[in-house]
């Protein structure tokens, strides 16, 4: 039975890695700080661990998608992250990529259960 629930939480994780870019741009339309994407997400269903977020987002930036900027205005400095132009036509195009492959397997998962 361990072996059985090990494999699941594994197969979980692999099918959760896979919507994580997607998932955070979608939140990237303005500036974010990570402990605000981190909650924003949360409160939608999405659970990411900061220790996964920072390295995607620092990913995320050096591929183009996303700028940041540091603002210090506040007690504690915060670095703020958006979604460039490039960044918002990967979004649309990821967006339209996801709702093809949910409605596939929408389909695929009503034609077992029938």
Same mark, same amino acid.
């Given at each position: 039975?361990?072996?059985? #629930?090990?494999? $699941? !939480?594994? %197969?979980?994780?692999? %099918? =959760?890695?896979?919507?994580?870019? $997607?998932?955070?741009?979608?939140?990237?339309?303005?500036? =974010?700080?990570?402990? !605000? %994407?981190?909650?924003? %997400?949360?409160?939608?269903?999405?659970?990411?661990? *900061?220790?996964?977020?920072?390295?995607?987002?620092? =990913?995320?930036?050096?591929? /183009?998608? $996303?700028?940041?900027?540091?603002?210090? /205005?506040?007690?504690? *400095? =915060? #670095?703020?992250?958006?979604?460039?132009?490039l960044g918002d036509q990967i979004y649309r195009e990821l967006s339209g990529q996801w709702r093809l492959m949910a409605a596939g397997m929408e389909q695929? $998962?009503?034609?077992?259960?029938?």
């Open positions: 039975m361990g072996e059985e #629930k090990d494999l $699941l !939480s594994g %197969l979980i994780s692999e %099918l =959760r890695r896979g919507t994580l870019i $997607l998932s955070v741009l979608s939140q990237m339309g303005r500036p =974010r700080y990570g402990y !605000s %994407l981190v909650q924003s %997400l949360e409160e939608k269903g999405v659970s990411i661990d *900061p220790n996964t977020l920072y390295p995607l987002l620092r =990913r995320l930036q050096k591929q /183009g998608l $996303l700028e940041s900027e540091w603002e210090i /205005g506040d007690a504690k *400095p =915060r #670095k703020y992250y958006r979604r460039t132009l695929l $998962l009503k034609e077992e259960s029938e």
